[in-house]
Protein backbone atom coordinates (compact mmCIF):
# COMPACT_ATOMS: atom_id res chain seq x y z
CA UNK A 1 0.00 0.00 0.00
CA UNK A 2 1.53 3.30 -1.19
CA UNK A 3 1.61 6.28 1.41
CA UNK A 4 2.68 9.33 0.91
CA UNK A 5 3.93 12.51 3.68
CA UNK A 6 3.34 16.10 3.51
CA UNK A 7 5.62 18.20 4.31
CA UNK A 8 4.01 19.85 7.25
CA UNK A 9 3.22 16.21 8.63
CA UNK A 10 6.98 15.26 8.22
CA UNK A 11 7.81 18.58 10.17
CA UNK A 12 5.31 18.39 12.77
CA UNK A 13 6.89 14.44 13.93
CA UNK A 14 8.17 14.77 17.57
CA UNK A 15 9.83 12.17 18.85
CA UNK A 16 8.79 9.66 16.19
CA UNK A 17 11.74 9.52 13.02
CA UNK A 18 10.03 8.54 9.47
CA UNK A 19 11.75 5.40 9.03
CA UNK A 20 10.24 4.25 12.14
CA UNK A 21 6.60 5.19 10.90
CA UNK A 22 7.15 3.19 7.27
CA UNK A 23 8.70 0.48 9.44
CA UNK A 24 5.71 0.25 11.43
CA UNK A 25 2.99 0.43 8.24
CA UNK A 26 5.08 -2.13 6.77
CA UNK A 27 4.78 -5.07 9.67
CA UNK A 28 2.91 -7.49 9.60
CA UNK A 29 1.21 -7.52 12.91
CA UNK A 30 -0.74 -4.34 12.93
CA UNK A 31 -3.68 -2.80 14.56
CA UNK A 32 -5.91 -0.41 11.96
CA UNK A 33 -9.46 1.47 14.11
CA UNK A 34 -10.94 4.63 13.39
CA UNK A 35 -10.56 7.81 14.48
CA UNK A 36 -11.46 11.07 14.30
CA UNK A 37 -8.48 13.78 13.81
CA UNK A 38 -8.79 17.07 16.38
CA UNK A 39 -10.28 18.83 13.71
CA UNK A 40 -13.34 15.71 12.67
CA UNK A 41 -11.86 14.38 9.80
CA UNK A 42 -11.98 10.45 9.75
CA UNK A 43 -9.29 9.11 10.21
CA UNK A 44 -7.58 5.41 10.38
CA UNK A 45 -4.85 4.82 13.16
CA UNK A 46 -2.55 2.06 13.12
CA UNK A 47 -1.49 0.74 15.95
CA UNK A 48 1.89 -1.69 15.98
CA UNK A 49 5.48 -1.60 16.58
CA UNK A 50 8.59 -0.87 15.18
CA UNK A 51 11.50 -3.45 13.82
CA UNK A 52 12.97 -2.54 17.57
CA UNK A 53 9.72 -3.37 19.19
CA UNK A 54 8.97 0.57 19.73
CA UNK A 55 5.04 0.54 20.13
CA UNK A 56 3.23 3.62 18.02
CA UNK A 57 0.42 4.78 16.54
CA UNK A 58 0.65 6.20 13.63
CA UNK A 59 -2.38 8.23 11.89
CA UNK A 60 -3.31 7.99 8.06
CA UNK A 61 -6.21 9.11 5.97
CA UNK A 62 -6.95 7.44 2.23
CA UNK A 63 -6.41 9.96 -0.24
CA UNK A 64 -7.55 7.68 -4.22
CA UNK A 65 -7.22 4.17 -5.51
CA UNK A 66 -5.08 2.89 -2.93
CA UNK A 67 -2.57 5.80 -1.93
CA UNK A 68 -2.95 6.77 1.30
CA UNK A 69 -1.37 9.92 3.82
CA UNK A 70 0.60 10.21 6.30
CA UNK A 71 -0.61 12.79 8.64
CA UNK A 72 0.81 11.97 12.20
CA UNK A 73 2.61 9.64 14.06
CA UNK A 74 3.66 9.20 17.77
CA UNK A 75 4.21 6.91 20.97
CA UNK A 76 1.90 5.27 22.54
CA UNK A 77 0.80 6.12 26.10
CA UNK A 78 0.92 3.32 28.93
CA UNK A 79 -3.16 3.06 29.05
CA UNK A 80 -2.79 2.73 25.19
CA UNK A 81 0.16 0.03 25.62
CA UNK A 82 -2.00 -1.94 27.58
CA UNK A 83 -4.82 -1.85 25.21
CA UNK A 84 -2.62 -2.79 22.55
CA UNK A 85 -0.60 -5.75 24.36
CA UNK A 86 -4.13 -7.22 24.99
CA UNK A 87 -5.24 -7.00 21.59
CA UNK A 88 -1.58 -8.23 20.68
CA UNK A 89 -2.04 -11.53 22.89
CA UNK A 90 -4.96 -12.52 20.81
CA UNK A 91 -3.08 -12.87 17.52
Known amino acids: MPY ?3 DWALAALAGVEPYEVQQLLDAKRRWPRRATSATGVPVLTVWGRTAAGRPLIVAVYHVAGITWKIIGARAMTDGE ?8 ETR
Do not use: A, K, N, V
Not at 81 to 87: H, Q, T, V
Open 81 to 88: LIEFSRWE
Open 4 to 6: EWD
